[in-house]
Nanobody
Framework: QEQLVESGGGLVQAGGSLRLSCTAS????????VGWFRQDSSKERALVAA????????YYRDSVKGRFTISRDNGNHTAYLQMNTLKPEDTATYYC????????????????????WGQGTQVTVSS
């Protein structure tokens, strides 16, 4: 069964860190470009960071540059989002998503192109 499962969310004080994990099962993870998204109750789901199949290319939205790092371990079928210096405005449900890509170096930044989603993990940053 094909699944994407996120973990690592929680409650943290402003300035703290969390590492989210996204583990894939039932597929050859290396064939997929991956993105991390977030959504709070008042906004649309937004791309936070994305990574190519081979991990060599990444994208970050401006508000997280220098604080978040996306990475992947294809051998363990897992992608990560390391979040440092967290702010209250980072509070949201974080989702991992994946999409098949032939180009190993392609970073997918269009939400509509992602067709495989995890269930989400809640991140709450207190001030």
């Amino acid at each position: 069964q094909e699944q994407l499962v996120e973990s690592g969310g929680g409650l943290v004080q402003a300035g703290g860190s969390l590492r989210l994990s996204c583990t894939a099962s039932g597929v050859t993870f290396y064939h997929y470009a991956v993105g991390w998204f977030r959504q709070d109750s008042s906004k649309e789901r937004a791309l936070v960071a994305a990574i190519s199949r081979d991990g060599d290319f990444t994208y970050y939205r401006d508000s997280v540059k220098g604080r978040f790092t996306i990475s992947r371990d294809n051998g363990n079928h897992t992608a990560y989002l390391q979040m440092n210096t967290l702010k209250p405005e980072d509070t949201a449900t974080y989702y991992c998503a994946a999409v098949l890509r032939w180009d190993r170096g392609e970073v997918v930044t269009t939400t509509a192109e992602y067709d495989w989603w995890g269930q989400g993990t809640q991140v709450t940053v207190s001030s």
